[in-house]
């Protein structure tokens, strides 16, 4: 069953892969740089080397040449990270962010395939994909991402309505099972004392 599921994702994942050479295409740039572009939007600190190869799962020397383009096009600008002026962020600039606007949003093939679920199960689906991604934070195979079930504002089943149990202290409103975010720019991460017993609450509920 493992070995199936696997299978089943890296056939999702050529489609996907073949999404992003078609935005990117649009933009002039290949798909590791529009990536790029992509994580550092709402990230206004922007991020450093070792965090953007982290997080797209490239070696840094693939994540500096891509953000030295980028640079080169005006996309993105180095700014000093903290008190240490050694350390730089790459931070999107207003260019790279009409780039962005520019290449999409995009009627992917992957965003057809899951169009054509019953709504129950793209829910059950994204709730499969949180679950998986948590268990990769987990093992330290990716980063923490900006996530409803890692976030300090996430209530999990707070609520008894079944439609909207969860609670969002940020913008201070109840929500669904299927609003649960995959990257929200309003991510705050908690402790890990939080998000472990917020994640007990939210398997159980």
């Avoid at 996907?16 to 529009?34: C, V």
């Avoid at 969002?168 to 995959?182: K, T």
Wanted: proline share 5%; charged share 25%.
């Amino acid at each position: 069953m493992h070995h199936r599921i696997r299978e089943g994702l890296s056939r999702i994942a050529v489609a996907m892969r073949s999404d992003d050479w078609n935005r990117a295409k649009a933009t002039g740039l290949n798909p590791t740089q529009l990536s790029i572009l992509d994580l550092l939007e709402g990230r206004e600190a922007g991020l450093g080397v070792k965090d953007i190869a982290f997080h797209l799962g490239v070696s840094q020397p693939t994540a500096t040449d891509s953000i030295a383009a980028l640079e080169r096009k005006g996309y993105v600008a180095k700014r000093s990270a903290g008190s240490d002026r050694r350390a730089v962020n790459a931070c999107l600039t207003t260019e790279g962010r009409s780039v962005l606007d520019a290449s999409g949003p995009t009627d992917s093939v992957a965003e057809q395939a899951v169009a054509a679920l019953p709504g129950y199960e793209q829910e059950n689906l994204l709730l499969a994909l949180v679950k998986m991604i948590r268990q990769l934070q987990e093992l330290d195979a990716i980063p923490i991402q900006r996530m409803c079930v890692s976030c300090r504002y996430f209530a999990p089943f707070a609520h008894p309505d079944a439609a909207r149990p969860h609670h969002c202290n940020f913008v201070d409103a109840p929500f669904g099972q299927r609003d649960l975010r995959i990257d929200c720019g309003d991510h705050e991460t908690a402790s890990p004392s939080s998000r472990a017993a917020s994640w007990d609450i939210f398997q159980q509920g």
